[in-house]
């Protein structure tokens, strides 16, 4: 997946919404149009994509046009709680409730819509966070594996990534980086940024050919998962920030 130009955002032109002073990231791509706006899933920065011949200060002035509806949005973002007994926290798509007992195992134990998980209260929130990466990491190599063999590709090296950016890339030497925060969505969201990306290992574009060899591969809906992931993305970036 394309990812953002990775700039110092003390660089950046800032928006102030809803209080908060944002930065505005403007990407030329040649291959644009017209101009499209949206704001990153934790709402750290307001992304801009422009023809190549586009004006920084017209990219702004869209910005500025548009400054209700982004105010919205920056107000609709999901609010942070902490990782503590009672909190809920998601997992595969599924919500549990965190049932916390220093006397239970440090490692947690999804129990029948209750996640339940020992040690002191003080490292709870780092333990969860292990839990996760240690099984996003099981389980993005099981889908990684399956894509590649549909896709009759060795399967590379995988690694996990905590960008913010982007949920998966693959790159010219075919090994390939997933979003470990994915562990948190539902299956067929985080099977579709997996494929995504062993189809890149075929087509490293995205052109018809790209599009079309992703749907011989992946079982599900494409456009749904992408749906899911503009919606609802941004919460997977809350619980640990």
Same mark, same amino acid.
Request: include cysteine.
């Given at each position: 997946m394309l990812d953002w130009l990775r700039r110092d955002p003390r660089e950046e032109p800032m928006l102030e919404? /809803? #209080? $908060?002073?944002?930065?505005?990231?403007i990407r030329r791509l040649p291959q644009a149009r017209r101009m499209t706006m949206r704001l990153a899933p934790d709402g750290s920065e307001i992304r801009i994509s422009v023809p190549s011949w586009t004006r920084t200060q017209d990219a702004l002035e869209f910005a500025r046009s548009k400054r209700s509806w982004l105010a919205i949005q920056v107000e609709a973002l999901p609010q942070a709680h902490p990782m503590a007994d009672g909190a809920a926290l998601d997992f595969r798509g599924h919500r549990f409730t965190i049932r916390h007992d220093p +006397?239970?195992?440090?490692?947690?134990?999804?129990?029948?819509?209750?996640?339940?998980?020992?040690?002191?209260e003080s490292s709870l929130a780092a333990r969860l966070k292990r839990w996760l990466e240690s099984e996003a990491r099981d389980v993005l190599a099981a889908d990684l594996a399956e894509y590649c063999a549909r896709a009759a590709q060795p399967t590379p090296s995988l690694a996990l990534s905590? +960008?913010?950016?982007?949920?998966?890339?693959? /790159?010219?030497?075919?090994?390939?980086?997933?979003?470990?925060?994915?562990?948190m969505a539902p299956d067929p969201v985080? $099977?579709?940024?997996?494929? %995504? =990306?062993? +189809? %890149?290992?075929?087509?490293f574009d995205?052109?018809?050919? &790209?599009?079309? &060899?992703? #749907?011989?591969? &992946? =079982?599900?809906?494409?456009?749904?998962?992408?749906?899911?992931?503009? =919606?609802? #993305?941004?919460?997977?970036?809350?619980?640990f920030g």
């Open positions: 919404l /809803a #209080g $908060r002073q944002i930065p505005v990231v +006397a239970l195992p440090r490692r947690p134990v999804p129990d029948d819509g209750a996640l339940l998980v020992g040690g002191p905590s +960008a913010r950016r982007r949920w998966g890339s693959c /790159a010219a030497d075919g090994s390939i980086r997933i979003n470990w925060r994915l562990i985080r $099977r579709s940024v997996v494929a %995504h =990306e062993v +189809a %890149h290992l075929v087509h995205h052109s018809p050919a &790209f599009h079309d &060899f992703l #749907g011989q591969i &992946f =079982e599900g809906s494409v456009p749904s998962a992408n749906r899911w992931l503009k =919606e609802n #993305g941004r919460s997977l970036y809350l619980p």
